[in-house]
C-alpha cells in the first residue's frame, strides 16, 4: 500500500511544484480556506489519520473520536506557512504515512474498530487519505485554478 501514498504524492508535488509563495493566501470566495489552509489541512488530517489507523492496527479496544477539522483549519496558523514549509512537511509526512502502512502485516490491515462512530480498518484508512488528498487535489484545480 505505501506505493500508493509515494505515487499520490508525486500528484500533490507536481501541483506544489506550480504554485508561488503569492498565492498562498488565494480563496476562491470569502468564506473558503486559501491555498494554505487547504495544505495544512491536509498534513493535519493525514497526521490525525495515521494515529487512526496504527490504533485500528494495534488492536485499540476504545472507539477513537471524530474532531473539527473547520477549528484546526482556524488555529492553525496556516497564513505564516512558507510555501517551502508546507512543501517539506507535507512531503515528510506523507513519507511517514508510506513507512507506517508498508510495517503493517496484511492481519493488521484487516483489523476492525471503532471510528468516529463507524467500524474501519487501517486499510480502509489507507484509501481515505489518498481519496481525501485527491478530492483537495480536484478542489484546487478546479476553484483554484492550480
Avoid: C
Amino acid at each position: 500500500m505505501g506505493t500508493l501514498f509515494l505515487e499520490n504524492l508525486k500528484e500533490v508535488s507536481k501541483i506544489l511544484e506550480r504554485l508561488e509563495e503569492s498565492q498562498l493566501g488565494y480563496k476562491y470566495a470569502e468564506d473558503k480556506w486559501t491555498i494554505a489552509e487547504v495544505f495544512q489541512h491536509l498534513i493535519d488530517v493525514e497526521r490525525i489519520f495515521q494515529y487512526r489507523a496504527l490504533s485500528l492496527a494495534r488492536r485499540e479496544s476504545q472507539a477513537l473520536h471524530g474532531f473539527d477539522h473547520d477549528a484546526y483549519v482556524t488555529f492553525s496558523r496556516a497564513e505564516n506557512r512558507s510555501l517551502k514549509r508546507l512543501k517539506n512537511e507535507f512531503e515528510i509526512v506523507r513519507k511517514s504515512t508510506s513507512f507506517l502502512f508498508d510495517s503493517f502485516t496484511e492481519d493488521m490491515l484487516k483489523q476492525v474498530g471503532q471510528m468516529n462512530g463507524s467500524s474501519a480498518t487501517p486499510r480502509a484508512i489507507g484509501f481515505i487519505i489518498i481519496g481525501h488528498t485527491k478530492h483537495h487535489l480536484k478542489i484546487l484545480q478546479e476553484r483554484y485554478s492550480i
